[in-house]
């Protein structure tokens, strides 16, 4: 069965504790949330099907350890799982970006799951799948984008729900572009002696202005 990719590149890892690695990118096609602040809503439609063996051939040609599926929402299309697992055997780091409405237990546990809970100012955090905490592994990360005090007060609250061993470096907090300054958010964290790491979208910070194969 064949997967609807949007787009598969080579770029620098931005959005994870692995920042500033290269990365190959598999952009999975659809996504079941609407975020305000989306910024790969090109991803919704489109995409070009290709079969599991085409994309680890695609992948191959690029010559980088680690590898990211991504969207969109990749747990969308029911082959990702299967992918992840090959992309695994044939001796990748693999990332998994999902938005965290979907449940993620049929993800292969070596994979390393970013799953983003999504904070009010997204307009989707009723559709947070909360089960989803645990099957997280020391290997996975959480991600908040914030973009109002209320989502930092969201995501505060949220925290007590990980348990031991899911290490607190792991969980980053993250503005919302352009809406929410660096230094407020910095000097919240601070104050509240939150241990999470604040995180920037790297790869905006390398090409301004650049959307897609980025």
């Known amino acids: 069965m064949a997967l609807l990719v949007y787009e598969i590149f080579k770029s620098i890892q931005?959005?994870?504790?692995?920042?500033?690695?290269?990365?190959?990118?598999?952009r999975l096609t659809g996504c079941n949330l609407r975020c305000a602040y989306c910024d790969t809503n090109y991803a919704y439609d489109e995409g070009v099907p290709l079969s599991i063996s085409d994309i680890v051939k695609k992948v191959k040609k690029f010559k980088s350890p680690l590898v990211e599926v991504t969207g969109g929402?990749?747990?969308?299309?029911?082959?990702?799982?299967?992918?992840?697992?090959?992309l695994l055997d044939a001796s990748h780091?693999?990332?998994?970006e999902t938005n965290g409405s979907l449940d993620v237990s049929s993800v292969d546990r070596r994979?390393?799951?970013?799953?983003?809970?999504?904070?009010?100012?997204?307009g989707e955090s009723h559709r947070n799948f909360s089960e989803?905490?645990?099957?997280?592994?020391h290997l996975d990360q959480v991600k908040?984008?914030?973009?109002?005090?209320?989502?930092?007060?969201?995501?505060?609250?949220?925290?007590p729900k990980f348990r031991s061993p899911f290490p607190a470096h792991h969980i980053l907090?993250?503005?919302?572009?352009?809406?929410m300054p660096l230094d407020v958010l910095a000097e919240w964290i601070l104050k509240d002696n939150l241990q999470v790491r604040l995180h920037m979208q790297l790869h905006k910070f390398v090409w301004p202005g650049v959307e897609r194969g980025r």
């Open 93 to 96: 780091e693999v990332m998994l």
């Open 14 to 26: 931005g959005e994870s504790i692995y920042s500033g690695r290269p990365c190959v990118f598999i």
């Open 73 to 86: 929402e990749p747990l969308l299309q029911p082959e990702t799982p299967r992918l992840i697992e090959r």
């Open 132 to 137: 989803n905490v645990n099957h997280l592994t």
């Open 111 to 122: 994979c390393m799951k970013i799953l983003d809970i999504k904070c009010p100012s997204s």
């Open 173 to 179: 907090f993250s503005p919302v572009s352009g809406k």
């Open 144 to 159: 908040f984008v914030i973009g109002s005090l209320e989502d930092y007060e969201y995501a505060k609250g949220f925290l």
